[in-house]
Nanobody
Framework: QVQLVESGGGLVQAGGSLRLSCAAS????????MGWYRQGPGNQRELIAD???????KYADSVKGRFTISRDNAKNMVYLQMNSLKPEDTAVYYC????????????????WGQGTQVTVSS
């Protein structure tokens, strides 16, 4: 089993910044992609930022230019730097990792964190 734990959420005023962290642990042979998703009130969970094993990044249009995803592969961690936050960014933010759990099998599995609340006040 793989566990993902997010941290860094909280309450911030519009225009402010937050940095989210996600640490993956457990039965990990290798980590492929890692990404951040969010789900606001009344909304579906959406991809915010993704980082592939090759180092490519992808961002949702709504956060492009404001958010930055980064990884520390040695620590199996991924970060999300959020700048110029808007009330529309208020949501529960989830970390996702695509993981090969054992060298015996090349199968990839998706794991999710429990989420961390980000609230942006106007």
């Amino acid at each position: 089993q793989v566990q993902l734990v997010e941290s860094g959420g909280g309450l911030v005023q519009a225009g402010g910044s937050l940095r989210l962290s996600c640490a993956a642990s457990g039965s990990i042979f290798s980590v492929n992609a890692m990404g951040w998703y969010r789900q606001g009130p009344g909304n579906q969970r959406e991809l915010i930022a993704d980082s592939t094993s090759g180092g490519s990044t992808k961002y949702a249009d709504s956060v492009k230019g404001r958010f930055t995803i980064s990884r520390d592969n040695a620590k199996n961690m991924v970060y999300l730097q959020m700048n110029s936050l808007k009330p529309e960014d208020t949501a529960v933010y989830y970390c996702k990792a695509v993981v090969q759990t054992t060298k015996l099998r090349p199968n990839l599995y998706q794991f999710w964190g429990q989420g961390t609340q980000v609230t942006v006040s106007s």
